[in-house]
């Protein structure tokens, strides 16, 4: 083998490494409600962000409107004393295209939180998967898109088979409404961006 | 350092993150059903397949019945219906595994490797008619062989730590009942779930003292005080 | 193209953050399983400490062994009591090495579930909890090898599995041990709702801030 190939290698490795740590650092700081911080994960060609039932949020603008305004509500104070944020990322499977310039990952989350709801602030449960994409630019990986599918959002109190949705939440200012807002108990399956690692099949 | 030495580092570190992809992918395919897939990730010389009380099942014969027959016991000849059947199945029906903290250890020759995970699962599914929501927690002690350049699965252990209601938890109701499936090729073998204080040994040493795990059954009997 | 030396350190950097994150999850397995001895094994000889929830500051190797032996062990030797269970998952870890690659951060989460007395660490009626924190560690690397320099687990909720974090955010006994003192008292605690946040070892990928 030469140099160049194995250079090749070692940057593949640290693409990786360095894609896994943003996601990462993009759950801790929204769970510790740094909006700024985390919209100035993503590129400045972001493509889109879309979580929950919230409604697709298109280009840099978008994601803006979304972290900041939406949820941060155009501050870094603290929200309501009782809300409580917790976005456990998990089990990230990350896959760098061939030219090194773009990737895509998938996430599962765990999320024991406090979240308002018409009823005062409640203790829930939530679980879902990303399918995120990735672009690399000037040396560094930034966000391109990011796409949370909820599988249930339960209350700690009953559990996701008698109650697998709190509700429903489009955000009024998205730009297109949720484009596959399936939650458990429809049996939707967020599509794989990996090939099978075996047969290579979808 | 030499270009080879570097070489061999280098592709001990890319076999380390594909087992981990492997094993995050075998979950992500479990959740969805997709069964198929998962039988894939294994080769054609696996040594055997066990999870929870469902009994051990051995060789590549034994992983494709132990996923795909199940429960109900019927015949190979209509594995193509049941896995039709399972991939379709409503959404009632449920399960995250998520797989947690996998450390990975590639055998001095490169070619064999052992991991072990945490599996953290919320699930609904019937059981004894009804419909119930768990909880369930367990370790996993895998191996796994390059063959061809590709790491596939060799062996897959999932130890039951507990499997309780979402209503009662483990300390109430540590274990539901038991799934045995049918035609295992032996008994399962370690099957102690808490508050057995059975201890599921490492397959990594110590990272500084370098000691190996001696296995040590610690047996509590559940009507000590 | 890089040079075989540049290629090299870049190699070493992934070596090092892999075996700090194995390390992490090793040390997670570990304290599953209270394998005390093999704990202490993990910290460095090197002035280590180890702080969790509020129980103070533990300092030194000897402080490290009378946390986690003495404290968290009981008498040596003891076995843990029958329906003990003490799970608790290393996640989401963030490893940022230091220039010159001999120490290093990392920010992890730990979550778990417990059956465990809750009116103090060895003795009374077990009850079954859940338990989330954070961690901000440090690494070291010391005779080749890395070791955990600091441990610093800081709670963010215990709550009884009946209840929930925001019915019981934290149940059962608070502060220090009485006889198997700490070095110093704690020097963070406030689990929800404060509202705390751990301030983060990491930079910003992007800013550098």
Same mark, same amino acid.
């Given at each position: 083998?030469?140099?160049?190939?194995?250079?090749?290698?070692?940057?593949?490795?640290?693409?990786?490494?360095?894609?896994?740590?943003?996601?990462?650092?993009?759950?801790?700081?929204?769970?510790?409600?740094?909006?700024?911080?985390?919209?100035?994960?993503?590129?400045?060609?972001?493509?889109?962000?879309?979580?929950?039932?919230?409604?697709?949020?298109?280009?840099?603008?978008?994601?803006?409107?979304?972290?900041?305004?939406?949820?941060?509500?155009?501050?870094q104070t603290m929200p309501p004393w009782m809300i409580r944020l917790l976005i456990i990322q998990i089990g990230g499977v990350v896959s760098v295209?061939?030219?090194?310039?773009?990737?895509?990952?998938?996430?599962?989350?765990?999320?024991?939180?406090?979240?308002?709801?018409?009823?005062?602030?409640?203790?829930?449960?939530?679980?879902?998967?990303?399918?995120?994409e990735y672009v690399k630019e000037n040396g560094r990986w930034f966000f391109k898109k990011i796409y949370w599918n909820c599988t249930f959002y339960?209350?700690?109190?009953?559990?996701?088979?008698?109650?697998?949705?709190?509700?429903?939440?489009?955000?009024?200012?998205?730009?297109?409404?949720?484009?596959?807002?399936?939650?458990?108990?429809?049996?939707?399956?967020?599509?794989?961006?990996?090939?099978?690692?075996?047969?290579?099949?979808? | 350092?030499?270009?080879?030495?570097?070489?061999?580092?280098?592709?001990?570190?890319?076999?380390?993150?594909?087992?981990?992809?492997?094993?995050?992918?075998?979950?992500?395919?479990?959740?969805?059903?997709?069964?198929?897939?998962?039988?894939?990730?294994?080769?054609?010389?696996?040594?055997?397949?066990?999870?929870?009380?469902?009994?051990?099942?051995?060789?590549?014969?034994?992983?494709?019945?132990?996923?795909?027959?199940?429960?109900?016991?019927?015949?190979?000849?209509?594995?193509?219906?049941?896995?039709?059947?399972?991939?379709?199945?409503?959404?009632a029906g449920f399960n995250v595994i998520t797989q947690l903290q996998g450390v990975v250890t590639i055998g001095s020759n490169g070619k064999t490797?052992?991991?072990?995970?945490?599996?953290?699962?919320?699930?609904?599914?019937?059981?004894?008619?009804?419909?119930?929501?768990?909880?369930?927690?367990?370790?996993?002690?895998?191996?796994?062989?390059?063959?061809?350049?590709?790491?596939?699965?060799?062996?897959?252990?999932?130890?039951?730590?507990?499997?309780?209601?979402?209503?009662?938890?483990?300390?109430?109701?540590?274990?539901?009942?038991?799934?045995?499936?049918?035609?295992?090729?032996?008994?399962?073998?370690?099957?102690?779930?808490?508050?057995?204080?059975?201890?599921?040994?490492?397959?990594?040493?110590?990272?500084?003292?370098?000691?190996?795990?001696?296995?040590?059954?610690?047996?509590?009997?559940?009507?000590?005080? | 193209?890089?040079?075989?030396?540049?290629?090299?350190?870049?190699?070493?950097?992934?070596?090092?953050?892999?075996?700090?994150?194995?390390?992490?999850?090793?040390?997670?397995?570990?304290?599953?399983?209270?394998?005390?001895?093999?704990?202490?094994?993990?910290?460095?000889?090197?002035?280590?400490?180890?702080?969790?929830?509020?129980?103070?500051?533990?300092?030194?190797?000897?402080?490290?062994?009378?946390?986690?032996?003495?404290?968290?062990?009981?008498?040596?030797?003891?076995?843990?009591?029958?329906?003990?269970?003490?799970?608790?998952?290393?996640?989401?870890?963030?490893?940022?090495?230091?220039?010159?690659?001999?120490?290093?951060?990392?920010?992890?989460?730990?979550?778990?579930?417990?059956?465990?007395?809750?009116?103090?660490?060895?003795?009374?009626?077990?009850?079954?909890?859940?338990?989330?924190?954070?961690?901000?560690?440090?690494?070291?690397?010391?005779?080749?090898?890395?070791?955990?320099?600091? =441990?610093?687990?800081? =709670?963010?909720?215990?709550?009884?599995?009946?209840?929930?974090?925001?019915?019981?955010?934290?149940?059962?006994?608070?502060?220090?041990?009485?006889?198997?003192?700490?070095?110093?008292?704690?020097?963070?605690?406030?689990?929800?709702?404060?509202?705390?946040? =751990?301030?983060?070892?990491?930079?910003?990928?992007?800013?550098?801030?």
């Amino acid at each position: 083998m030469d140099l160049d190939s194995l250079e090749r290698q070692v940057t593949l490795l640290e693409d990786i490494q360095e894609i896994e740590n943003l996601q990462r650092i993009y759950g801790y700081y929204f769970d510790s409600h740094q909006y700024d911080k985390v919209v100035d994960l993503f590129s400045e060609n972001a493509v889109s962000a879309e979580i929950e039932s919230h409604g697709v949020f298109n280009g840099k603008e978008g994601i803006r409107r979304f972290y900041w305004d939406d949820i941060g509500k155009k501050s870094q104070t603290m929200p309501p004393w009782m809300i409580r944020l917790l976005i456990i990322q998990i089990g990230g499977v990350v896959s760098v295209a061939p030219d090194g310039k773009t990737a895509k990952a998938r996430w599962q989350t765990w999320l024991p939180e406090v979240m308002p709801s018409a009823a005062g602030p409640r203790q829930v449960w939530l679980h879902g998967y990303y399918e995120n994409e990735y672009v690399k630019e000037n040396g560094r990986w930034f966000f391109k898109k990011i796409y949370w599918n909820c599988t249930f959002y339960t209350t700690y109190e009953t559990g996701w088979m008698r109650f697998p949705m709190l509700g429903y939440f489009p955000f009024p200012d998205s730009d297109a409404p949720p484009t596959a807002f399936h939650p458990y108990p429809s049996g939707y399956k967020v599509p794989y961006h990996f090939p099978h690692p075996v047969t290579g099949e979808p | 350092m030499t270009l080879e030495l570097l070489e061999a580092e280098v592709t001990r570190l890319e076999d380390m993150q594909e087992i981990e992809d492997l094993e995050k992918k075998y979950g992500y395919y479990f959740d969805t059903r997709r069964v198929k897939d998962v039988l894939d990730l294994f080769s054609e010389n696996t040594e055997s397949v066990e999870i929870e009380s469902h009994g051990q099942y051995l060789g590549k014969d034994g992983v494709r019945r132990m996923y795909m027959v199940g429960v109900g016991g019927e015949a190979e000849t209509a594995l193509k219906d049941i896995v039709a059947r399972r991939e379709k199945s409503s959404g009632a029906g449920f399960n995250v595994i998520t797989q947690l903290q996998g450390v990975v250890t590639i055998g001095s020759n490169g070619k064999t490797a052992k991991g072990r995970w945490q599996a953290w699962l919320a699930e609904s599914f019937p059981f004894a008619g009804t419909f119930g929501q768990y909880w369930l927690h367990g370790y996993y002690e895998n191996e796994f062989a390059k063959e061809n350049g590709t790491w596939l699965f060799t062996k897959l252990f999932w130890n039951t730590t507990f499997f309780t209601r979402y209503e009662t938890g483990w300390l109430v109701q540590p274990i539901v009942g038991f799934l045995p499936m049918p035609n295992p090729d032996n008994p399962p073998t370690a099957f102690h779930p808490y508050p057995s204080g059975y201890h599921f040994p490492y397959s990594f040493p110590h990272p500084v003292t370098g000691e190996v795990e001696v296995p040590v059954f610690r047996y509590v009997h559940p009507m000590a005080t | 193209m890089a040079t075989l030396e540049e290629l090299q350190a870049r190699i070493q950097r992934l070596d090092d953050i892999k075996q700090i994150e194995q390390l992490q999850k090793i040390y997670g397995y570990y304290m599953d399983y209270g394998e005390w001895q093999k704990l202490v094994d993990l910290f460095a000889d090197n002035d280590p400490s180890v702080e969790e929830a509020d129980r103070g500051v533990y300092k030194g190797k000897e402080g490290v062994r009378r946390y986690y032996i003495d404290l968290l062990g009981g008498v040596p030797g003891k076995v843990p009591r029958p329906g003990w269970l003490s799970i608790m998952f290393q996640l989401q870890g963030v490893i940022s090495l230091d220039v010159g690659a001999t120490t290093a951060k990392g920010r992890w989460y730990g979550m778990g579930m417990e059956a465990k007395p809750t009116t103090s660490l060895h003795e009374g009626e077990l009850r079954q909890t859940w338990i989330s924190g954070v961690y901000e560690n440090e690494y070291v690397k010391e005779d080749s090898k890395w070791k955990i320099k600091k =441990l610093h687990f800081n =709670l963010t909720f215990r709550t009884p599995f009946e209840d929930g974090w925001l019915k019981v955010p934290v149940v059962g006994q608070t502060g220090p041990d009485s006889k198997i003192l700490p070095d110093e008292p704690p020097t963070a605690y406030s689990p929800y709702p404060s509202g705390f946040h =751990l301030p983060v070892s990491f930079k910003h990928p992007i800013t550098g801030k």
